[in-house]
């Protein structure tokens, strides 16, 4: 049976996820039990806030092995927003602390000479590539962002999106089953909705 689990772990906006789910037509709990967790088919890490205590807040929930072997067993995994950044190796959000190491690569501030406003907040449209979770997507396509910090990953290779704010930043990445979108899906309107629906389609 088919069921998605939302982690809670005390940061960010996981009721309007689990609506967006809902009104497409998916089952969605929002969770901190490490059984359901394992018990579901798709995983979805939302966040929104600071990334060392969203870290610290998965360590005391104890949420970091349910995490790992989600992606061991191979269910599709998607992180939103600080849900993207946490699953990079780590990030320079108010000094340096490490993240989940799921994706090679790091998280920086958003550069202030680039005559941008900081936080990048609001529409933007979105530069895809090739990917099952993009499949029906209109061109353009414009989605939603609140972000001060970007990431960088290692590898190009893992990038399947991007948009420009006064340079080009990856803001989508896949590698195998782990996905993550630096914007909002569930307030992106009818792409976004579009989005979740190719995740929770996905095997």
Not at 153 to 181: K, Q, S
Request: with cysteine; hydrophobic share 40%; proline share 6%.
């Amino acid at each position: 049976m088919q069921m998605i689990a939302i982690i809670d772990y005390g940061m960010g906006n996981l009721r309007n996820v689990q609506k967006g789910f809902e009104y497409i037509g998916y089952e969605a709990v929002v969770t901190d039990d490490p059984r359901i967790i394992h018990d579901s088919s798709h995983v979805v890490l939302p966040g929104v806030g600071a990334f060392a205590d969203a870290m610290e807040n998965l360590k005391k929930t104890g949420l970091i092995e349910s995490i790992y072997r989600s992606v061991e067993k191979g269910k599709p995994f998607l992180g939103i927003c600080l849900g993207l950044q946490l699953l990079f190796d780590k990030s320079h959000e108010g000094g340096l602390f490490e993240g989940l190491s799921l994706l090679p690569g790091e998280v920086k501030r958003l550069p202030e000479d680039k005559g941008i406003k900081i936080p990048h907040m609001g529409w933007n449209r979105l530069k895809y590539k090739g990917n099952p979770i993009f499949e029906n997507i209109s061109e353009p396509a414009y989605v939603y962002f609140v972000h001060s910090y970007y990431v960088e990953p290692e590898n190009p290779g893992d990038v399947i999106a991007t948009v420009y704010y006064g340079m080009d930043i990856p803001v989508a990445v896949n590698m195998e089953n782990v996905y993550g979108l630096q914007f909002h899906p569930e307030k992106s309107s009818g792409e976004g909705l579009k989005i979740l629906k190719n995740f929770a389609k996905l095997k």
